[in-house]
């Protein structure tokens, strides 16, 4: 069973573009750029915007941050292309740069109480967008 973003599986990118923040993002700001999705099914990239909100290409799927707060990043996903949309939450560990966290589905096609279980997946950015401002 594919995760929450169901990507197919990619190999992982080079780790010379790797950020080594020693804390969570504080704001929504901190998550724009790209991330990479983890799952047991394998891994893909995700570009994010300065509302923690972003395309991804499986399934013509979108990730929508709904909060931020104390190392806990919440919100939901879309699919259009399989008719699926759910929820996640993250977790970031204590000086890692990884978040941890699960996925859940809140509808699959009509069935808005869907009993199919979601999954864990986990998080990390790749590479930030540093923009001028705050």
């Known amino acids: 069973t594919l995760g929450c973003a169901g990507f197919s599986p990619q190999a992982h990118q080079g780790d010379e573009n790797s950020l080594k923040s020693s804390h969570p993002p504080r704001q929504l700001q901190d998550?724009?750029?790209?991330?990479?999705?983890?799952?047991?099914?394998?891994?893909?990239?995700?570009?994010?915007?300065?509302?923690?909100?972003?395309?991804?290409?499986?399934?013509?799927?979108?990730?929508?941050?709904?909060?931020?707060?104390?190392?806990?990043?919440?919100?939901?996903?879309?699919?259009?292309?399989?008719?699926?949309?759910?929820?996640f939450e993250l977790k970031w560990l204590a000086d890692s740069p990884v978040a941890q966290g699960r996925w859940w589905y809140t509808r699959i096609g009509q069935d808005h109480s869907p009993l199919e279980p979601g999954g864990t997946f986990t998080m990390q950015q790749i590479s930030s967008f540093l923009t001028g401002g705050k």
Do not use: C, M, P
């Not at 991330?35 to 509302?51: F, R």
């Not at 709904?66 to 949309?85: A, C, M, S, Y």
């Open 31 to 87: 998550l724009a750029g790209l991330w990479e999705y983890a799952d047991q099914s394998g891994s893909n990239t995700i570009t994010l915007n300065e509302e923690g909100n972003g395309h991804y290409e499986w399934e013509g799927g979108w990730f929508e941050t709904h909060e931020l707060k104390e190392g806990v990043w919440k919100g939901i996903w879309v699919q259009t292309g399989n008719d699926r949309e759910g929820g």
